[in-house]
């Protein structure tokens, strides 16, 4: 994505489709010449103005509100123009058709994907790490998601990151220093405890870590495959997990024919369910379009929840499906249709079995569903006693492993008899690098046109 960071832009800030309000922004240089042309009163900065909004005839297009913000005390850094009147897509395209007309000279344009932000990025009014918060908060589907969002965007993840940069800064500026004078160099370890900080770093780095992981998964929750042979009861599963009768349930084998997408929160976190065609062999064209379409979503799985008759253990398909699923991805064997069962064998497999990848349930009467939730959560590695205060993605959690690696490599440096410190301080500042990257500090616009060209158009 390039951006040309100086021109006027416009969007319609507000989700497609009718709604009470609607909101067109406009931001970029001056816009007192276009306020001119769209207003025959001057706009006050900062207050509302109730007004008409007119066409180039004088006719009034709608009646809204006018804000006007002026730079840099805007969202984005520059003069931000909003315009807020009712939310039929006819009136908003007929309000951002005129003011391209009225703006045309000023080089007016639409704005591309995340624009807006993208420029509150440039302007310094956020950071990366916060302006990636805002697609967050916007995406957040769990009260925890959008929390953790919000405390992003507010910069407590930024402020982490900076604090721990500031602390390798520290030590970097001693060691450069100390290079200056070979002569202290011997004592520089000891005098400065240089190796007690860097473990405090490398510990606080840790916990970061372990934060961004708990973070991440609240972002992007798990992508959960049901597969089993025909009528082992996935659509039952999914129903009962979902809480709805969202999938088609008969007895007849085959009824799901194609992959049918849940999203369910367990303790916030989101799970991406997906019930497939029953895997097994047929002449049956559609089915056999459904079966290859499991394979592909079991391939894409965070987890596969293998299910299988409880009444019928070691089937020979089963076996087959087993020996088929992806070694990389974890695989729990869900034995259903336990309350079909006598009672005694039926106790010895409710919940989760001693091995931890087998659990006996039943779909219809909700026994062993908690468990299984819980198991879920585990393989998630989800930590409720732990949760991130700040959502994470998969970026920051590399590059906070970058910067581990560079400090563990500073650490040998430090150890080592010789201690040769200009090496250890240039492992210091590759992860202090890494570090920025996060919030933006070093990073390159390849990456950022990758960043906010995934955000909504007005925004």
Request: aromatic share 4%.
């Amino acid at each position: 994505m390039t951006l040309r960071s100086h021109d006027p832009i416009i969007a319609i800030a507000t989700a497609p489709g009718r709604g009470g309000i609607g909101v067109v922004r406009i931001s970029g240089g001056s816009l007192d010449p276009l306020l001119a042309k769209l207003f025959s009163a001057a706009l006050k900065p900062r207050h509302a103005h109730y007004l008409p909004f007119n066409d180039k005839d004088g006719h009034a297009i709608d009646m809204g509100i006018a804000l006007y913000f002026k730079s840099p005390h805007s969202y984005t850094g520059e003069d931000v123009l909003e315009l807020q009147g009712h939310g039929g897509p006819a009136v908003l395209r007929r309000i951002l058709e005129h003011c391209l007309e009225a703006g045309k000279e000023l080089g007016l344009r639409h704005a591309e994907p995340g624009e807006f932000t993208h420029r509150a990025f440039l302007n310094d009014r956020m950071d990366l790490a916060q302006a990636e918060a805002v697609a967050d908060l916007i995406d957040a589907s769990s009260e925890a998601a959008a929390r953790s969002a919000m405390a992003s965007l507010s910069g407590t993840f930024s402020r982490q990151v900076n604090d721990l940069s500031d602390r390798i800064i520290h030590l970097r500026m001693l060691i450069e220093a100390t290079l200056d004078f070979p002569e202290e160099e011997i004592d520089f370890l000891e005098k400065y405890q240089a190796r007690s900080v860097l473990e405090a770093i490398r510990t606080e780095l840790d916990t970061m870590v372990a934060q961004a992981r708990q973070g991440m998964i609240l972002r992007d929750g798990l992508h959960v495959v049901l597969a089993g042979q025909p009528n082992v009861g996935k659509s039952s599963l999914l129903n009962a997990l979902a809480g709805d009768d969202i999938a088609i349930v008969t007895p007849i084998a085959g009824t799901t024919r194609d992959k049918v997408v849940q999203q369910i929160h367990i303790q916030g976190v989101p799970l991406h369910i997906v019930d497939t065609a029953g895997l097994r062999e047929t002449d049956d064209t559609v089915e056999s379009i459904g079966i290859a379409r499991s394979w592909a979503e079991i391939e894409k799985a965070n987890v596969i929840l293998h299910l299988q008759d409880a009444r019928a253990r070691e089937d020979e398909l089963d076996t087959a499906i087993t020996q088929r699923l992806p070694a990389r991805t974890p695989v729990l064997e869900v034995l259903n249709k336990i309350d079909l069962l006598p009672e005694a064998e039926r106790e010895g497999l409710l919940g989760q079995h001693a091995d931890g990848n087998q659990i006996g349930i039943s779909a219809k009467t909700g026994a062993g569903l908690p468990e299984l939730r819980q198991r879920l959560l585990d393989i998630a590695g989800w930590n409720p006693s732990s949760e991130s205060p700040w959502l994470a993605r998969e970026r920051h959690l590399s590059a906070l492993g970058t910067a581990g690696h560079h400090l563990d490599l500073a650490a040998e440096h430090a150890s080592h008899d010789d201690r040769v410190l200009d090496l250890l301080a240039e492992e210091l500042r590759l992860a202090h690098e890494a570090l920025c990257s996060i919030t933006g500090q070093f990073t390159s616009d390849d990456l950022l046109g990758e960043i906010f060209s995934s955000f909504c158009i007005g925004k």
